[in-house]
């Protein structure tokens, strides 16, 4: 696996094998560009938190929207 970072710090990981998007069911549509974005917010128990499944490549959440989740994972 080719080892790449976002920021030099946040492990960024390759699904090339498709293995964890049909896991997740995530949906691919050629017409929109490929597979539909998908965001899943973990807490330390690998439990998701947060799921956020858009319905094009410009449907995704605001950052804001995802550092509240992330902040209230520790309450």
Request: hydrophobic letters at 35%.
């Amino acid at each position: 696996m080719e080892k790449k970072y976002a920021r030099n710090k946040f492990p960024i990981f390759y699904d090339e094998e498709e293995k964890v998007a049909k896991m997740l069911n995530q949906e691919k549509k050629l017409l929109k560009l490929g597979r539909l974005p998908g965001l899943l917010v973990l807490n330390k128990e690998n439990v998701i938190q947060y799921a956020y499944y858009s319905d094009s490549m410009k449907d995704i959440p605001e950052n804001d929207v995802i550092f509240e989740v992330i902040s209230n994972l520790n309450n």
